[in-house]
Nanobody, 123 residues
Framework: VQLQASGGGLVQAGGSLRLSCAAS????????VGWFRQAPGKEREFVAAINWSGGGTFYADSVKGRFSISRDNAKTTVYLQMNNLNPDDTGAYFC?????????????????WGQGTLVTVSS
């Protein structure tokens, strides 16, 4: 599976962005997808994950109520809607995929990774 993340940009605090993760190479069915982020000088951290059907999601406490992950399997795309952004959300955002569950919040649990898309939130 090849993954391509897009949708990053510069936004003011309180604004919104929607990231996309497009998959290609093989069927997307059965894959859990996660989003991670890495701020400059910090370790990569888990943001959100979605199961293969889109019927189940899991979020880091820091983004609960502000971010929403969804997927369109017909379009083989996973989205991360980010609302009420703050400067702490700044970083490179990566999508990753693993075949089957359960939800995994560590990067080592994912087999496939896309390149990062940069999100910058100004105060």
């Amino acid at each position: 599976v090849q993954l391509q993340a897009s949708g990053g940009g510069l936004v003011q605090a309180g604004g919104s962005l929607r990231l996309s993760c497009a998959a290609s190479g093989r069927t997307f069915s059965g894959y859990f997808v996660g989003w991670f982020r890495q701020a400059p000088g910090k370790e990569r951290e888990f943001v959100a994950a979605i199961n293969w059907s889109g019927g189940g999601t899991f979020y880091a406490d820091s983004v609960k109520g502000r971010f929403s992950i969804s997927r369109d399997n017909a379009k083989t795309t996973v989205y991360l809607q980010m609302n009420n952004l703050n400067p702490d959300d700044t970083g490179a955002y990566f999508c990753a995929a693993r075949f089957g569950g359960p939800y995994v919040t560590t990067g080592r649990g994912y087999e496939y990774w896309g390149q990062g898309t940069l999100v910058t939130v100004s105060s």
